[in-house]
């Protein structure tokens, strides 16, 4: 993959995945602690599938696109806890 779609994707897949956690605050106030808890897991699943499933797919040929945090070595490191914005 060229470089210069790769960078987009990246781009791309972090602003869903900020977009995703910007929806946190909203919904934990306005619904139960038991209904947030399952939707703050759901978006931590769906973080877990773009890392996984897009992430890791473009930095096989990128790797510096990669966050320096990031363990490629365990992605599903981070699912517990979701993070407060896209790491790249």
């Given at each position: 993959m060229e470089r210069?779609?790769?960078e987009q994707i990246v781009?791309?897949?972090n602003g869903c995945i900020d977009q995703l956690i910007?929806?946190?605050g909203p919904v934990e106030a306005?619904?139960?602690e038991?209904?947030?808890a399952g939707y703050k897991r759901g978006i931590a699943k769906v973080i877990t599938?773009?890392?996984i499933e897009l992430i890791d797919?473009?930095?096989r040929d990128h790797p510096d696109l990669r966050p320096a945090d990031e363990d490629?070595?365990?992605p599903e490191e981070s699912e517990s806890e979701v993070p407060k914005s896209s790491r790249n």
């Open positions: 210069k779609m790769a781009a791309l897949v910007s929806t946190l306005a619904v139960s038991e209904e947030f599938a773009f890392d797919r473009v930095t490629p070595e365990n």
